[in-house]
């Protein structure tokens, strides 16, 4: 593998994990709100929770198999494992 090649999959890694951070992000939003209208005494819609928290984790399933697929290639190749 020539080291071009080696760049762009950790580069895409790392927009994987901006991407987790971004989810991270929209936990901890979504958090604030429940809590802000709990305050409030003001009514949840669970369905449309329901929907945020899986739309969620369906994004981070998605992020977390591509990111593993890349950390399976680069270990594939000898230098890549002999920095682990």
Same mark, same amino acid.
């Given at each position: 593998?020539?080291?071009?090649?080696?760049?762009?999959?950790?580069?895409?890694?790392?927009?994987?994990?901006?991407?987790?951070?971004?989810?991270?992000?929209?936990?901890?939003?979504?958090?604030?709100?429940?809590?802000?209208?709990?305050?409030?005494?003001?009514? =949840?819609?669970?369905?449309?929770?329901?929907?945020?928290?899986?739309?969620?984790?369906?994004?981070?399933?998605?992020? !977390?198999?591509?990111?593993?697929? =890349?950390?399976?290639?680069?270990? !594939?190749?000898?230098? =890549? !494992?002999?920095?682990?």
């Amino acid at each position: 593998m020539i080291p071009n090649q080696v760049h762009n999959l950790i580069s895409k890694g790392f927009e994987y994990l901006g991407m987790i951070n971004e989810a991270r992000a929209k936990c901890i939003i979504l958090k604030e709100k429940i809590q802000k209208k709990q305050q409030n005494s003001e009514d =949840i819609c669970l369905l449309d929770l329901n929907k945020k928290i899986n739309q969620i984790n369906k994004d981070l399933n998605t992020y !977390s198999c591509k990111l593993n697929k =890349i950390y399976e290639e680069l270990k !594939s190749y000898e230098k =890549i !494992s002999k920095l682990e």
